[in-house]
Every structure is written in structure tokens, then in C-alpha cells.
């Protein structure tokens, strides 16, 4: 495996930046400053998730197949709180209308169970049953349910009829539930012995609140299977989301933290596996969700990485140069200050001697990593690059860091990330 060294590729790096137009500037003004509301917004998220079209690509799951006459339980970590609650769900990928039957918000208890006393029956415009159209999304109306930051909370969905395949997220690191028939209010975990590592048409929990407190702008984090939490420990929520929320709590400034993040995901090109590029889901994924005022985007190694790899799903792979991969991160910086939105740029983490390692992507990613250090496009930016390198060969992720594969953090590296970034920043 060819190692990267940036002693020696430090004259070819500014060569390129500068041949691709990329000379050093002075910052940006940054987007108005949204941190603290005066009121509280009607409406906070407080987790999310992008939605995926129906795919078997990241392993067995129920996608594909859909559902007919269960019920689905997911279990899902809140970063804020409120005391009201709704849902928002999603059927972008579905071809035909989505009938939920019911729909009930639970604090969790252990696995599939809930407390007793917690069960609150979600309405649609007043009606317990609700049709999502096929390609379309809607929310709950808000249900009294006084939850706190970082409580866990159970979403369940009776599907009597068949769906066909399910719009969902494939790689949730976290357990799901389903079980026959409707027990959309049972407290047990009777019935439900099946089990799934995806998010299924669940895209969203906000909260809200009657009292007239500050307000904390949300921080969306957007990009691909290192922000989605790949190599994390399952059902333990210890992704690089959940650290940021969790740093930011411990620092006094408790806020909202939403994981935007798709595995395998694309700054440049869609993917039937690994979801639609970057600026095709940038406004629905992470600019839209209520009360985001901050992103932080972190996308780009699968475009360098996936021309030096056998990924039998994204075959042939386009070879990216520093420049495209630039002008895509370009485009959604763009798209954030149309809307008012922060946003925090981030350089792409070590690589070296996993199966994105190679010549040319070396290259490109000391080339972006120098853009997004030096050119000002961003109104910030995180060194992820030197937080969780080894100090020993910079080129590879830190032993106490590394998930195993050399690409992907452990949980340790998580939270390294979470301890990079500079609160001010956000």
C-alpha cells in the first residue's frame, strides 16, 4: 500500500491549489450570527436521520421486501428537549402511497419495551391513520410527551397493509424492532422478536416547548459513513454526533446535534447504494431540518477513495480531481448562505493503508485538506486530518483511533473528533 507523505508532496499540493485556482484569500465574512433565539422556535430538531432508497447493499435488512400487517419499533436518542413531540417521516423513495394505521411516541425502558405510563397515540391532522404519497414526507401533530436532552425515545408504526419497499436509512448502529400484527401500544417487548440495524420512513423527532426560554440554534452535521458513525459501538450511540452533543452539554451551551451522514455517500455522484450526491440532498438532509443555524460538512473521501478500491457497487469509479471535488464543496457552501446557515468545513481524515489508499488519492485529498485550511471558502473549519493522526506516520489514523479498517474512527476517535472542533466556531 502506498503511503502518503505531505513533505514531499507539500510543492506538488500548492502547485495544484494554485493551477486549480485556489490561491490563499482572506476569510469570507461569515452568515449572520443565529445561536441564540429570543423565543423558542415551534419547532427544534432533536435527531434525524437522511433517508435512502430501498437497498440490500449494506446487508440483510427489510427494505426491499417492505412490510405487511406489523409493527415496526425504532428507537431513537434525542439531543434536545421540550414538552411536546412529534415525528416526521419520509416515503422520498416509496412508489406508492404509504398507509401508517397507527402511530405511538414511548419513552424507552430496555430493547423493544417501553414505560408504562409513557405511551402517547400520535394523530395526523387529528386522525389516527394517515397516507404519506408515494416521493413525499409529512410530520405528527404534537403530542404531550416532556422529554429531556439524550433520553431515548420509541417510535412505533403499525403497517397493516403492504408497503412494497421502504424508503430508509441502512445503517442506524442502532436496534429496531418488529413484531405481527398491531402493538403499537404494548409496553412489553412480547411479539417483538425480529430485529434490524436500519431506520425505517423515521426521518425525525422535533420537539417543542410552551415555556418562553432561549432557543439554541440546531448544528447539523452532513456527510457520509464517518459522520453516520461507522466502526461505533451499536445501541450505544457513541457516534461523532453524539460526542458533540454531548461536549457541548458538559461546556454550558447545551444544543441540538442532527446526524446527517449516509455511508458511503458522494460529494459528485449519486448512488443507488449510497444515496443521492451532496447537493441533490444538502437542503432536505441538513439545511431544512427545523432550527438548524450551523453545518458542519465533512464529505469527499469516497469520491478519491472509490478510484482506488474494488467497490463492487460504484464500479467503474470516476477519477475526481482536487478541483471538482472543490467546486462540489463550493456549491454547497453556496446553498447554505442562501438560507442563512453557518457552515463549518472539515479536512478529510487519514487514510493511509486502508482501501482508499493510493497515488492519486493522496494527492487529491492534501490538496482539498490545504483548500479548506487556507482559502477562507468556509467560515470555519475543523482539522480533522491532524486531530486523529498518528503521530508516528500522519498518513494513517491513530492506533487508539482506528475502527480496524484505517479509514474509519472507533469510538475513541469519536469523540476526538468532537473534542477538535472549537465550540466558538459553532
Avoid: C
Avoid at 90 to 108: D, F, K, Q, V, W
Avoid at 188 to 199: I, L
Avoid at 405 to 425: C, F, I, K, S
Amino acid at each position: 500500500m502506498i503511503s502518503r507523505a505531505r513533505t514531499t508532496l507539500a510543492a506538488a499540493t500548492t502547485a495544484l491549489a494554485l493551477t486549480a485556482g485556489l490561491a490563499v484569500t482572506g476569510a469570507q465574512a461569515s452568515s449572520p450570527a443565529r445561536h441564540e433565539q429570543p423565543t423558542q422556535a415551534a419547532w427544534t430538531a432533536a435527531w434525524a436521520a437522511a433517508p435512502q432508497r430501498p437497498s440490500a447493499g449494506f446487508g440483510p435488512n427489510w427494505s426491499e421486501a417492505g412490510f405487511d400487517g406489523q409493527t415496526l419499533r425504532q428507537v431513537v436518542r434525542v439531543t434536545e428537549g421540550g414538552d411536546r413531540a412529534r415525528i416526521r417521516l419520509s416515503n422520498a423513495y416509496g412508489t406508492s402511497p404509504l398507509r401508517i394505521e397507527g402511530a405511538t411516541l414511548a419513552r424507552t425502558a430496555k430493547g423493544a419495551a417501553v414505560r408504562k405510563g409513557s405511551v402517547r397515540r400520535l394523530s395526523f391532522g387529528g386522525k389516527r391513520s394517515v397516507t404519506v404519497p408515494a416521493h413525499g414526507r409529512l410530520s405528527s401533530d404534537a403530542a404531550g410527551l416532556d422529554l429531556k436532552a439524550f433520553e431515548s425515545v420509541t417510535v412505533t408504526l403499525h403497517l397493516a397493509g403492504t408497503t412494497g419497499p421502504a424508503t430508509f436509512h441502512a445503517q442506524a448502529f442502532a436496534t429496531g424492532y418488529r413484531a405481527r400484527g398491531d402493538r403499537t401500544t404494548a409496553t412489553g417487548a412480547a411479539g417483538f422478536g425480529e430485529r434490524t440495524q436500519s431506520w425505517y420512513y423515521l426521518s425525525g423527532v422535533d420537539v417543542g416547548s410552551g415555556r418562553k426560554t432561549a432557543a439554541r440554534d440546531g448544528i447539523a452535521l452532513f456527510g457520509d459513513s464517518i459522520t453516520d458513525g461507522f466502526g461505533s459501538t451499536a445501541d450505544r450511540d457513541r457516534r461523532w454526533s453524539d460526542a458533540l452533543a454531548e461536549r457541548l452539554s458538559a461546556s454550558g451551551d447545551p444544543r441540538p446535534v442532527l446526524n446527517a451522514g449516509i455511508g458511503g455517500n458522494l460529494v459528485l455522484n449519486d448512488s443507488a447504494w449510497y444515496g443521492e450526491k451532496s447537493a441533490h440532498r444538502f437542503s432536505r438532509d441538513a439545511l431544512d431540518l427545523p432550527g438548524v443555524g450551523t453545518v458542519v460538512v465533512l464529505e469527499g473521501v469516497n469520491d478519491i477513495g472509490f478510484s482506488e478500491t474494488d467497490q463492487p457497487t460504484y464500479q467503474p469509479a470516476p477519477t475526481v480531481s482536487a478541483r471538482q471535488l472543490i467546486d462540489g464543496h463550493r456549491a454547497l457552501i453556496r446553498a447554505a448562505r442562501a438560507k442563512g446557515v453557518k457552515v463549518i468545513g472539515a479536512t478529510l481524515l487519514p487514510f493511509g493503508g486502508s482501501d482508499h489508499d493510493g497515488t492519486h488519492a493522496a494527492a487529491v485529498s492534501d490538496a482539498f485538506n490545504h483548500w479548506v485550511r487556507t482559502s477562507g471558502a468556509y467560515d470555519a473549519y475543523v482539522d480533522f486530518d491532524k486531530a486523529l493522526a498518528d503521530p508516528k506516520d500522519p498518513e494513517r489514523i491513530a492506533p487508539r483511533y482506528d475502527s480496524g479498517d484505517h479509514l474509519h474512527p472507533n469510538d475513541a476517535g469519536y469523540r476526538a473528533m468532537a473534542r477538535a472542533v472549537d465550540l466558538e466556531t459553532l
